[in-house]
């Protein structure tokens, strides 16, 4: 499996911006994908996840209202995005993308430890 995320920059306050992970090397046309992130000093933390196979999402309070995740199965590398607009400093960190299997329909589908595959990375910085 890889994930390769891009898309990240430095922007200020209220301004908007996409992340993208290009998802290849899985078997299961269904899977979940999830956006995580980590800002400084803090410790990594779920943003919101999405099934492939039938476009369940999920939100973490600190994003939700504010950040959309959407999948895109008909690209090759399957395409996953989260679009963040009105961006806030406290957004600042480094954004993550996740795979696994079913993890996203379960009763912890933001759970670092569920799941088993990363992206290096993006960078999002807001000031």
């Known amino acids: 499996v890889q994930l390769v995320e891009s898309g990240g920059g430095s922007v200020q306050v209220g301004e908007s911006l996409i992340i993208s992970c290009a998802a290849s090397?899985?078997?299961?046309?269904?899977?979940?994908v999830a956006w995580f992130r980590e800002g400084p000093g803090k410790e990594r933390e779920g943003a919101a996840s999405?099934?492939?196979?039938?476009?369940?999402?999920?939100?973490a309070d600190s994003v939700k209202g504010r950040f959309t995740i959407s999948v895109d199965n008909a690209k090759n590398p399957v395409m996953v995005y989260l679009k963040m607009p009105t961006l806030k400093p406290d957004d600042t960190a480094m954004y993550y993308c996740?795979?696994?299997?079913?993890?996203?329909?379960?009763?912890?589908?933001?759970?670092?430890?569920?799941?088993?595959?990363w992206g290096q990375g993006t960078q999002v910085t807001v000031s």
């Open positions: 996740a795979l696994d299997r079913l993890r996203c329909l379960t009763a912890t589908p933001l759970s670092v430890q569920g799941y088993s595959h």
């Open positions: 090397g899985f078997i299961s046309s269904n899977h979940c």
């Open positions: 999405i099934y492939s196979g039938g476009g369940s999402q999920y939100y």
